[in-house]
């Protein structure tokens, strides 16, 4: 049976498999030894490290993250504020290893939920080698752009200024997009940045934006076995593509009160059975999130089934509950529950 609280790795990766299963019975130092063997010694001028995703809501850091990795471990939503913890995503290539942590928009927060979320992007900020701060290229830098870039005045690490959705550009008027560009030309140039056009939906400009990536790491070693995509356990993703199947199919009526923990997981020889139970605020949620005769929570279930599928390479049965716990995004202690904590 395989342990869904260990970190995701392609399937049929028994060299992998075999270290994060033995590490369970082993002291932390003999972990680290075993790991050594495993993990291949790094060519030399290999580079690695840690890129710190930033940015406003909504600006496409979590799309960015899963496209440069080239597997869905972030969910992505038109609803701003969708990301709620720090999720690492790991890219190996022949030059470099980047351990990418995607953190929750940074904003103006309304409640104790959205304290935790602004402290967990901010922390990160002095924690990584290099960070990537992303912004919306259809809009004029604004205010919050202008306050991320004052929480980087005292930052020591190199930072890169990403102009994404480049590929929606196509319909904006030239005098439009030129004063677009200039607001993020002089943001950059104020503070010696440098700037990045890409698109995280096309992946338009990935190339160069993972050279300046990879030129801005250190020499070092790697951190993660090549063939690992994140260091999340199955369990985590599996709550989270079912938070994001409620966001895509209720939007601004639940996203924001919603929580869900993975309750159980028990993987027969044929299929993976998932319990899973998700948390709203107040009782006309409820009906929102069950619907007419239980179909919209039906149709929550089996959209994310289809993408637990592919996670796991298998079949998979998911049975969902509902419960109220009212003001939870309120609650410290309601939080820390729910696996909401300040890193």
């Not at 005045?153 to 904006?172: F, M, Q, S």
């Not at 995280?200 to 090549?226: H, N, R």
Request: hydrophobic fraction near 40%; aromatic fraction near 6%; avoid cysteine.
């Amino acid at each position: 049976m395989t342990d869904r609280s260990e970190p995701v790795t392609p399937k049929d990766n028994s060299v992998v498999e075999a270290y994060l299963s033995a590490q369970k019975d082993l002291t932390t130092d003999s972990a680290l030894d075993l790991g050594r063997g495993l993990i291949p010694a790094a060519p030399e001028g290999f580079r690695s490290g840690f890129v710190g995703i930033i940015g406003r809501p909504n600006v496409g850091k979590s799309t960015l993250m899963n496209q440069l990795i080239g597997q869905k471990i972030a969910i992505v939503s038109p609803v701003p504020q969708t990301t709620r913890n720090r999720l690492q995503g790991i890219l190996t290539t022949d030059a470099a290893q980047m351990i990418f942590v995607d953190t929750p928009g940074i904003h103006k927060p309304h409640h104790k939920l959205g304290e935790v979320l602004v402290k967990n992007a901010q922390s990160a900020i002095g924690a990584v080698d290099v960070v990537l701060f992303v912004v919306d290229g259809m809009e004029i830098a604004g205010g919050g752009d202008r306050f991320i870039a004052e929480l980087l005045l005292n930052v020591k690490t190199p930072i890169i200024l990403g102009i994404n959705k480049i590929d929606a550009r196509t319909d904006l008027r030239q005098s439009h997009l030129n004063a677009i560009d200039l607001s993020y030309q002089e943001l950059a140039a104020e503070r010696g940045w440098e700037v990045i056009n890409f698109s995280a939906v096309t992946e338009a400009g990935f190339p160069e934006l993972q050279t300046s990536l990879t030129d801005k790491l250190e020499l070092g070693p790697y951190y993660y076995p090549p063939e690992l995509v994140t260091d999340q356990p199955e369990r985590f993703i599996m709550g989270e593509l079912i938070r994001e199947q409620i966001i895509h199919l209720t939007r601004e009526e639940l996203p924001h009160s919603v929580a869900v923990t993975i309750d159980r997981v028990q993987e027969d020889a044929k299929i993976t059975r998932v319990l899973a139970t998700i948390y709203i605020e107040r009782d006309s949620q409820k009906g929102i999130l069950i619907g007419k005769g239980g179909q919209m929570l039906k149709q929550i279930g089996s959209n994310a089934r289809e993408q637990m599928q592919k996670l796991i390479a298998g079949k998979v049965y998911l049975e969902l509950f509902v419960k109220v716990q009212p003001k939870w995004r309120q609650s410290g202690l309601r939080l820390a529950e729910l696996g909401y904590r300040v890193e």
